[in-house]
């Protein structure tokens, strides 16, 4: 039985970073960072870098795609936009992108931050001072701005009220 020679430092990471895309999205420094660890011996600059631009340019990695995927993710595990963009930044993206994901193609910060709010405590119109504060706090843990928090709060303690 013949042993089969083994195929070239670029495919071979072409072939890993495809496998790693189609499971999900991922952004352009998370998959260099992923193929250095599992090739160290192929050198960034030579073949892993290359073999992502050729990715890229046949639009199979998109770094804008990664984005939105992630911001649609988080956004529905009840996160908000501070918390996700802190999380996006260790991924290298550029800030137009990010801008682009949170607030251009995102959802409405306000409506999500009403959601969560809703979700998690029960909403009194006679809610007291400290209660609101409660909610204030554990909304800004989650990520979300505080003039979302005080509109969300505002509709939601008007809505019960009326």
Known sequence: MSKTPADPPAITARRAAMNLLARREH??????????????????????VPALQCLQDENLQSDARFAEAYVRYRSTRGFGPQKIA??????????????TALYENGPDWTVACAEVLEKKFRIKANAEEAERMYWQRFLLQRGFAQDDIRKAIKALLDKRSS
């Open 27 to 48: 952004s352009f420094h998370e998959l260099l960072q992923k193929l250095s660890e599992k090739f160290p011996d192929f050198s960034k600059e030579e073949i892993l």
């Open 86 to 99: 802190a999380e996006l930044y260790s991924r290298k993206l550029e800030p137009e992108l990010l801008d």
